[in-house]
């Protein structure tokens, strides 16, 4: 591969460097992850317009909540079974954004997961180094343009 191409919030760190480790097909479960964490939170995984570094990397925010078993202040939950749902979600996808590509699952374990119990679901590990700050984002945006 001589260049990545892509949104740069859905590709994985091993696509920017290859001390994460080989592109894969656990790239792809990256950017799915990705892609349902930013669907499930109903906001962009990275913005660099915020004024809190805390919040410019939305994945960050919502695994610290989760862990401490905060309200995750989700849009459109009416009901017990929308917050599972979404709970369910959201824990599947911070195990597919894990930095080392070997700790995401397989797809074929990702469906098994999103079928299965909330309550069976093992928390991840926490899945990035840190947030990244507004000039570090907007860096990195610029690298794949």
Known sequence: MTCARG???YIAPE???RH?????????????GMMVLEMTGGRKNLD????RTSEIYSPH???ERLE????????GIENEEDNECAR????VSLWCIQTNSS???AMGRVVEMLDGRLDSLQFPPKPFLTSPSSQEADSASSLLW
């Open 7 to 9: 949104t740069v919030e």
């Open 15 to 17: 696509v920017f460097c």
């Open 61 to 63: 925010r919502i695994f």
């Open 103 to 105: 700790n995401r699952p």
């Open 68 to 75: 401490v078993d905060e309200e995750l202040g989700l849009q």
């Open 48 to 51: 660099v317009g915020v004024d």
């Open 88 to 91: 369910k979600m959201i824990i």
């Open 20 to 32: 994460f480790g080989e592109v894969s097909h656990k790239s792809d479960v990256y950017s799915y």
